[in-house]
């Protein structure tokens, strides 16, 4: 199949990049988004995600004609859905499947954004035309929720048009390479719905393409991410069971790596961002009763803030004071709010959790994220450089390990702040002789070192 029109719906972190790219394929594109602050930012030559090189690509689109952005979708050869899937929080879930409550919260994807841009399709689709829908979903959401919608229109799936499921695998930070270059999997309701997501994607897909049906290609997405989370989450036991029996996990886990079938992932103050802390829970979800492992492994990774917190309280607090006394009135430098290493997004991230926690508990919290220097949180005080930070710091919490902070060194350290206590959740600050200069310093994962009092 041939295409000359494309209308893209959804122009965030997968949409913008996946019409950019479209459109300096040779595509004409209509970039379509709800929001009018999003359309008029673009219009207005300006760009709503930080992405490297997004705004290079998308102003080549633009400049060549080829992208246009709207807040409708037109009449187009094919449409993708690139529309974000969040998570709302449920209590009731065993109830309303199972007529029991087991009292904990499930979280259940909100599929409205996907409804929508199914229904605002419904207009301009026509005979012959592709839908591909790249949102992650639930198993089954092509074929029950978007094909239901689309035949709305009198044509059916899979005889009239073709739809197919395919997901993006990118990862934040790097998505223009590997928009390019990742293989894709082109799940179709039917092989010729397969074939036609196949034309298309080969406009500029390098990476293999893989054909198959709709419900696997959703079931993919789902396990890659849910497999590592379950990864992590194990990362993570293994991290608190290194801290109770006086072993470094970190180096437990590099003398593990070296077995040739084992490739254990890296603790952490958590598993944020908005895939892999999400998708888990739409597999859970649709299959409550057989997913005790996925599930479980959510809330350990859940739990994980938790965890950095009664390490600061070790490092900081008085224990024998009891619990929210150790840190009222300390001050805390939290290094990092990212939800990963040098990426600015801050969504769902664990760094920010872990810093609300210590503020319940009365710390005094300055944060510094050095990829975003004007971060907004609510409740949060976010500063605008690292000296800010840590220059009157009573300890120094490091929550992500971009490279920058990594790279600072006990010298540069000790002339910044009178700080001398350090708690490094993230690995980032190993190796190095912190002891020398003069610094105590805490690992998550790590036999702590007792305190002399
Ligand atoms: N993390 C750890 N330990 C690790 C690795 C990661 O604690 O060893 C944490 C990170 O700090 C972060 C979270 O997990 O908080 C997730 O980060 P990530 O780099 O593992 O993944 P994402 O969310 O940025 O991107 C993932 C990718 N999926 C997989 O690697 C299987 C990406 O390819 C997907 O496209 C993306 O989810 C998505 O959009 O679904």
Redesign the pocket.
């Known amino acids: 199949m041939n295409f000359t029109k494309l209308c893209v719906l959804g122009l965030g972190y997968i949409g913008l990049p996946t019409a950019s790219t479209f459109a300096t394929h040779g595509l004409q594109v209509v970039g379509v988004d709800v929001n009018p602050q999003v359309i008029s930012t673009l219009c207005n030559g300006g760009l709503h995600i930080h992405e490297p090189g997004l705004r290079t690509l998308v102003e080549a689109a633009v400049k060549s004609g080829k992208l246009t952005v709207s807040e409708k979708p037109e009449e187009a050869d094919a449409f993708i859905i690139a529309v974000p899937t969040p998570f709302r929080a449920a209590p009731t879930r065993y109830a309303d499947r199972f007529g029991e409550y087991d009292g904990q919260m499930y979280k259940l994807a909100d599929m409205r954004a996907v409804t929508s841009a199914s229904e605002a399709i419904l207009p301009v689709l026509r005979k012959g035309n592709l839908v591909v829908l790249e949102s992650?979903s639930p198993p089954r959401t092509t074929v029950d929720l978007v094909a239901p919608i689309l035949e709305r229109s009198g044509l059916k799936a899979g005889v009239d048009f073709h739809l197919v499921y395919s997901p993006?695998?990118?990862?934040?930070g790097q998505i223009l390479r590997e928009l390019i270059e990742n293989a894709r999997v082109i799940g179709g309701i039917t092989p010729a719905s397969a074939q036609a997501g196949r034309d298309l994607y080969a406009v500029f897909v390098r990476g293999e393409i893989v054909q198959t049906d709709a419900t696997t290609a959703e079931m993919v997405?789902l396990m890659?991410?849910t497999?590592?989370d379950v990864n992590?989450a194990i990362?993570n036991e293994f991290a608190r069971l290194a801290e109770r029996f006086g072993v470094d996990v970190w180096e437990a886990i590099g003398l593990a790596n070296r077995h040739p079938r084992v490739r254990i992932?890296?603790?952490?103050p958590?598993?944020?961002?908005h895939?892999?802390?999400v998708?888990p829970w739409f597999l859970v979800e649709a299959a409550p009763d057989i997913t005790p492992l996925i599930y479980t492994a959510r809330n350990v990774n859940d739990a994980q803030p938790h965890f950095v917190l009664d390490l600061v309280k070790r490092a900081l607090g008085n224990p024998s004071t009891g619990s929210g006394q150790g840190l009222k009135g300390k001050k805390i430098a939290a290094l990092g709010l990212s939800?990963?290493p040098d990426v600015d997004d801050l969504r769902e991230s664990?760094a920010v959790e872990v810093v609300h926690l210590l503020q319940k508990e009365g710390a005094l919290v300055k944060a510094f994220e050095p990829f975003k220097t004007d971060a907004d949180l609510p409740g949060i005080t976010a500063v605008s450089s690292l000296e800010t930070a840590l220059k009157d710091a009573d300890a120094v919490l490091l929550l992500v390990n971009h490279s920058g902070l990594r790279a600072l060194t006990p010298e540069k350290m000790a002339a910044l702040t009178p700080a001398r206590i350090l708690i490094d959740t993230v690995n980032g600050w190993a190796g190095k002789d912190w002891q020398a200069a003069g610094f105590r310093i805490f690992r998550l994962g790590v036999k702590q070192i007792k305190r002399e009092t």
Request: net charge positive; glycine share 14%; proline share 11%.
């Open positions: 992650t993006e695998r990118v990862l934040p997405k890659e991410n497999y590592r992590i990362a992932l890296s603790p952490g958590g598993v944020g961002g895939c892999i802390s998708d939800y990963k664990p």
